[in-house]
């Protein structure tokens, strides 16, 4: 199933794949308990991959967006793919502690939302209007 | 104290304390006391003003037929995704959006809430708005037959049918 | 185990690039919130049952998650669209209405939206 095959334990670094991906590794800096192990293998390597391409689109919607809904549209799906990743942040980081942080960031994002769409709603009809979109 | 006013306030606590296990997962002593108190003061601070949990019916039967919305819901879900995969994927979108009405016979603020939700997450419609039984619907894929009738037996039966189960 | 979780870990990713895709290509604002609201919300689905797969003994907390994000995704993005409604922000093309359409002048229209678009 996995091509390549990174095992890390807890102050040693051990490679086992020649063009691995320690720098991903390197990158978050992941300091385990001990005695845990964190293989990433190249199906979940993927998936990753997908998931940063889909962050980019948005944010690419959310900064050139050519009208305000569209950013707030974007600004709402990147929560939800926010909500996902931290959750992914935990199976990686091997901590159910992330989990929470994930559900308080989902309660709160849930709440901004809504309060911005408030907001469209009653004062800024005529300015989000005007929008040059179709 | 009567049925109907216990009610709000047994729904409450039942709620409030299967989030607290759901949330600690523990089932030691303390935790279970502590969760007892908390949820039995938030039910009795909010239960009064928690008008949503109306509509709720509680049998046995209702329970069964929460799942079978829930196994229906997810089943309409994935359909829903792959209809829209098919869509973005395709190289000139093959869509023709409009706005629709689409009456609803749920009774309940529970009720509306859940049907506009699956609403919103089945194939091509999202719910725009709730005005008293009438729920706006944006449809990405618009037929050419445009009567109230339809719509609804289109987009909104198959829920109602589920729902009817355990809501009012 | 972790055949099963990479699956599912895949398929949710999968679903939510599709669903920024779909938030890039598609025209108009609502049909966005569409693309972006469903594919989104399956996709995390999929990745919160795949690490649910992978660490089992998580599933309570995941459960949670899972029913919050299948509560509150729909609601805020109904939210939205409601108040892009009230405030008037301007579809596709219009003349598909409650109580009227017009196919004819309805294709033209969306010929003339999509070479906007794409130009």
Partial sequence: MSAELITIEAGSMEQVSEQGSEQLVELINISLPAGSQLHINGVEMLALLFIVLATLMALYRLVFGPSNPDRIVSADALTVIATAIICIMAALFQSILYLDVALIYGVLSFAGVLALARAIEHGRAEQSDKGEHS | ?168 | ?119
Avoid at chain 2, 8 to 23: D, G, H, M, V
Avoid at chain 2, 39 to 50: D, P
Avoid at chain 2, 74 to 90: H, M, P, Q, T, Y
Avoid at chain 2, 154 to 167: Q, T, V, Y
């Fill in chain 3, 1 to 119: 185990m972790r055949l099963i979780a990479d699956l599912f870990l895949l398929t949710g990713a999968m679903f939510i690039f599709l669903g920024a895709l779909g938030l890039i290509r598609m025209p108009d604002v609502y049909n966005r919130i569409q693309a972006g609201t469903k594919a989104v919300t399956l996709g995390a689905m999929g990745i919160l049952t795949g690490i649910g797969f992978m660490y089992p003994q998580w599933w309570y907390k995941l459960v949670v998650i899972m029913g919050f994000i299948l509560l509150t995704s729909p609601v805020s993005s109904s939210a939205i669209a409601r108040a892009f409604y009230i405030a008037g922000v301007k579809r596709w093309h219009s003349s598909n209405d409650a109580t009227q359409k017009n196919k004819n002048t309805s294709k033209a229209q969306e010929k003339t939206a999509l070479q906007k678009e794409t130009s």
């Fill in chain 2, 1 to 168: 104290m009567n049925d109907t006013s216990s009610r709000p306030y047994f729904l409450t606590f039942a709620i409030c304390f299967l989030l607290w296990l759901l949330l600690s997962g523990s089932f030691k002593t303390d935790d279970l006391i502590a969760g007892v108190i908390v949820s039995g003061a938030v039910s009795i601070m909010t239960a009064r003003r928690l008008s949503i949990l109306n509509g709720l019916i509680i049998t046995p039967g209702s329970f069964i037929s929460l799942l079978r919305y829930l196994w229906y819901f997810l089943v309409e879900l994935i359909k829903a995704n792959f209809d829209l995969a098919g869509r973005i994927l395709s190289r000139k979108i093959p869509i023709t959006p409009a706005i629709v009405e689409v009456q609803t016979s749920m009774q309940s603020e529970l009720g509306r809430l859940l049907l506009a939700n699956s609403i919103t997450l089945t194939p091509g419609t999202l719910s725009v708005d709730i005005v008293e039984d009438r729920i706006l619907v944006h449809w990405i894929d618009c037929p050419d037959r445009l009567d109230l009738e339809y719509n609804t037996t289109r987009i909104a039966k198959g829920f109602e049918r589920h729902l009817k189960g355990f809501l009012k």
